[in-house]
Nanobody, 117 residues
Framework: QVDLVESGGGSVQAGGSMRLSCAAS????????MGWFRQAPGKKREGVAA??????TYRESLKGRFLISRDNAKNTLYLQLNSLKTEDSGMYYC????????????WGQGTQVTVSS
């Protein structure tokens, strides 16, 4: 069992930055793939970024603006969001497991990101 708790969401103006955090506890293994999803109202959930032993990967449209990282000593996952756009608004979820294929077994409760123009 892995528990994930996100934090760091809030409101920001377009062009601004924000850093999301995800604290993991329980049966955490630094070798596990972890990542972020997001979901905007009325839209499908989509993968944002993932990090694992082979490095980090991103949704193609977000490359260069978002950066995923992790601090294994703190069991914490991060997502740096830069040059935010209004379309980046939504609920952001941390997850452990395969991000790009299938559904990860562990999820956080989400943190809201709102970008205003």
């Amino acid at each position: 069992q892995v528990d994930l708790v996100e934090s760091g969401g809030g409101s920001v103006q377009a062009g601004g930055s924000m850093r999301l955090s995800c604290a993991a506890s329980g049966n955490v293994d630094s070798r596990d793939i972890m990542g972020w999803f997001r979901q905007a109202p009325g839209k499908k959930r989509e993968g944002v970024a993932a990090i694992g032993r082979d490095g980090d990967t991103y949704r193609e449209s977000l490359k260069g603006r978002f950066l995923i990282s992790r601090d294994n000593a703190k069991n914490t996952l991060y997502l740096q969001l830069n040059s935010l756009k209004t379309e980046d608004s939504g609920m952001y979820y941390c997850a452990q497991g395969a991000i790009w294929t299938g559904t990860p077994p562990y999820w956080g409760q989400g943190t809201q990101v709102t970008v205003s123009s």
